[in-house]
């Protein structure tokens, strides 16, 4: 069974330019997050999709991050303008039901530098 | 906001010797999960507890729930080299949607 794919795994870019990351989750999985990883913290929830409807982004920062999971499998979460402090790892995960009936199945995610 | 607080922040052990982490958490939980990360990669799911559970077993592994003391544990028996990787526990909220909240984590080194 194909894990989750994210794209680029990698990607320099300078503050105020933007950037868009690629998810594609596991076959059949309703639920897609994408999560924030800074280095050496744990992952922050940024948007929770349930099929291709948010279900939580509360802690997305609307005026620059947007999201969305067209035809409710394929997602894209972009950047604009990015920030210094957007350096991170952002993480896709998709899970069949969600996380209150089971696992979560995690991307190698993509590592963000921002200069 | 991060619900739980795992401890301790880091763990260095013998190899062959048991690895006990601890996680603290504030809100009535539906479920409580054990993540293991190693450098550079994705999470990978250990186990799940339900709040109705107290203790559950895979493999080396065993973990136990407290809901009384909002806590659970996770113990890594017979502790190998390739155990070294960071470890988190995350929960989801009692009567909340899916939303999967993170601690901190655990960085767990076993030396051979």
């Known amino acids: 069974e194909a894990g989750v794919a994210q794209s680029p795994r990698y990607k320099i870019i300078e503050k105020r330019q933007s950037v868009a990351f690629w998810c594609n989750p596991i076959s059949g999985h309703a639920t897609l997050y994408w999560y924030q990883q800074i280095l050496g913290q744990g992952p922050k929830l940024l948007i929770q999709?349930?099929?291709?409807?948010?279900?939580?982004d509360s802690q997305l920062p609307k005026d620059r991050f947007s999201a969305e999971r067209l035809k409710g499998v394929d997602s894209t979460l972009k950047i604009q303008p990015a920030k210094l402090e957007d350096s991170a790892v952002y993480l896709c995960a998709s899970s069949l039901q969600g996380a209150k009936t089971g696992e979560l199945f995690f991307g190698e995610g993509s590592r963000l530098t921002v200069l | 906001s991060q619900q739980g607080e795992e401890d301790p922040q880091a763990l260095s052990i013998q190899e062959g010797e048991n690895a006990t982490m601890n996680c603290s958490y504030k809100?009535?939980?539906?479920?409580l999960q054990w993540y293991r990360q190693n450098s550079g990669r994705g999470l990978v799911h250990l186990i799940l507890?339900?709040?109705?559970?107290r203790e559950k077993h895979s493999g080396r592994l065993r973990v136990t729930l407290d809901t009384s003391k909002k806590s659970s544990s996770l113990l890594i028996t017979a502790s190998r080299a390739a155990d070294t990787a960071s470890y988190f526990c995350a929960t989801v909220a009692a009567g909340a949607n899916s939303k999967l909240t993170f601690g901190k984590g655990i960085t767990l080194s076993v030396r051979p």
């Open positions: 507890i339900r709040s109705n559970e």
């Open positions: 999709f349930q099929n291709n409807g948010v279900v939580d």
């Open positions: 809100t009535s939980i539906n479920n």
